[in-house]
């Protein structure tokens, strides 16, 4: 059993950054892929990142490519995403989720374990 915990987020101008976190518990964590996810109001939810158990591997979606990227402290229980350049259309709820490879990365079905979400907030 996981559970994750996602913090960070925020009221940001265009342009700024923010850094999100997503603390897990269970001592088996380690062994799990992450990724995060965002829903803007009235929209699916649509892949961001992910990130390999080991942090060797990350995938990005080419609306964040370039601008985001993904972290991970195995020892810490905890997995980051870095967002930088942030564009007012990158506002939405972001979760994390976890699931044990191997997977799909990209899907959301893939994802046994979420957080509860940290709403981001890009100002124009």
């Known amino acids: 059993q996981v559970q994750l915990v996602e913090s960070g987020g925020g009221l940001v101008q265009a342009g700024g950054s923010l850094r999100l976190s997503c603390a897990a518990s269970?001592?088996?964590?380690?062994?799990?892929?992450v990724g995060w996810f965002r829903q803007a109001p009235g929209k699916d939810r649509e892949f961001v990142a992910a990130?390999?158990?080991?942090?060797?591997?990350?995938y990005y979606a080419d609306a964040v490519k370039g601008r985001f990227t993904g972290s991970r402290d195995n020892a810490k229980n905890t997995v980051y995403l870095q967002m930088n350049s942030l564009k007012p259309e990158d506002t939405a709820v972001y979760y994390c989720a976890a699931a044990l490879p191997p997977l799909d990365y990209l899907a959301k079905g893939e994802y046994n374990y979420w957080g509860q979400g940290t709403q981001v907030i890009v100002s124009s």
């Open positions: 269970g001592r088996t964590f380690s062994r799990y892929a």
């Open positions: 990130i390999s158990w080991s942090g060797g591997r990350t």
